[in-house]
């Protein structure tokens, strides 16, 4: 019996994509299930139920990052600005080229103590994918149409529910609009005849960054911003490839490098009511950042300054998976267990995905 359970237990270590999905498949139903019943606090208590959302929000983070970054080991290297100890109300701008993204946003916000605070401005496409379009609502994404006209109007929205929160939170936005694929020659063909069309360079390791939606997000949110953090990811690989989320989960990649850049917001403040001038300013950044991904593909290195590694703990992790597992586990011991557990998938797949759909 201990020789099945250490084999049990290396097989789960060993293979970290089984270890991701088994922990997120049973624990995603808790946490849907938790913030829709919390949902209910709001109507007699908003910051309570604030609060507490961050609460669950972030321990769910948790256990996504867990079996991804806290087994496999990963590694930030992080040089760049020194960020302030508290939270601020931010606008963080990244590069985008890979799923994994997110993740190290995540851990990123786990550093800076902002850890449930980050709010994602995404496609609106994303929306559809099932179940997964619900849950990244409850996450506090906001999905946006590229229209501008609704988008101003969600955007409008999401500044007054931003008004007299408890914390500070980042609103992360990519404005490449979607993912630099390297492999994908005519998407990179498309973005650097764009930038020639509009009177830029093109870019080679980013692709030309899209104005609309930043013009809007500061035009609608820019009382709240107190800085901006342009970041700058790149990971190791030896032909400039980017991993995929496979061999991410496998542990084939542990060390990612970023570069933080902090922005006053009263730098461009100036310049939001102004499109060129607002371009002007983010292809620069984007320009910087092109660079920057050029010297690390030669050097290995993001900028020639000293840098910062940051791992996260089991310390931290392991108290938050161990809660979810004893809270989960007593429905996959009985028969009854199991059958409300598959019921209540069944329902957030097919009812998430509709409401996602319809109403988001």
């Not at 020789?3 to 849907?32: D, E, G, K, P």
């Not at 606090?41 to 609060?51: A, C, V, Y």
């Not at 601020?88 to 103590?113: C, G, P």
């Not at 999401?158 to 914390?167: A, D, N, Q, T």
Request: with cysteine; proline share 4%; glycine share 6%.
């Amino acid at each position: 019996m201990l020789l099945l359970t250490n084999i049990a237990i290396q097989t789960f270590v060993n293979n970290r994509v089984l270890a991701f999905s088994s922990v997120l498949s049973l624990c995603s139903c808790c946490f849907t299930t938790w913030s829709i019943a919390l949902r209910t606090i709001f109507f007699f208590s908003p910051k309570l139920h604030e609060i507490t959302t961050r609460t669950i929000i972030s321990s769910y983070i948790v256990i996504q990052m867990f079996p991804l970054c806290t087994m496999n080991g990963v590694k930030l290297i992080i040089t760049g600005d020194k960020l302030p100890e508290n939270p601020e109300r931010v606008l963080y701008i990244t590069n985008h080229q890979s799923w994994i993204d997110w993740l190290l946003i995540e851990m990123f916000a786990v550093k800076s103590n902002a850890s449930g605070l980050t709010s994602y401005i995404i496609k609106n496409s994303i929306k559809y994918i099932p179940y997964y379009g619900l849950q990244l609502y409850l996450n506090g994404c906001v999905y946006i149409r590229r229209n501008r006209q609704q988008d101003a109007v969600l955007m409008g929205r999401f500044s007054r529910w931003l008004e007299g929160k408890v914390y500070n939170y980042w609103i992360v936005l990519f404005p490449e609009g979607t993912r630099f694929d390297r492999n994908n020659i005519t998407m990179i063909e498309k973005s650097k005849q764009i930038a020639v069309q509009k009177g830029y360079a093109p870019l080679n390791n980013v692709l030309f960054p899209k104005p609309g939606g930043f013009q809007i997000l500061t035009q609608s949110l820019g009382h709240y911003f107190e800085a901006i953090y342009d970041v700058t990811i790149a990971y190791p690989n030896g032909d400039n490839r980017i991993p995929n989320f496979i061999e991410f989960a496998r542990g084939d990649i542990t060390v990612i490098h970023m570069h933080i850049n902090r922005v006053p917001f009263n730098q461009i403040a100036g310049k939001i009511e102004n499109e060129e001038m607002l371009h002007d300013w983010l292809y620069n950044t984007y320009k910087e950042k092109d660079n920057r991904l050029e010297q690390f593909y030669e050097t290995g290195q993001l900028a020639n300054t000293p840098s910062e590694e940051y791992r996260l703990s089991y310390k931290y992790t392991f108290p938050t998976v161990c809660f979810y597992l004893l809270f989960c586990l007593p429905l996959l011991l009985t028969t009854r267990g199991r059958g409300f557990w598959w019921k209540l998938s069944v329902i957030y797949v097919f009812g998430g995905t509709l409401i996602s759909s319809i109403f988001l």
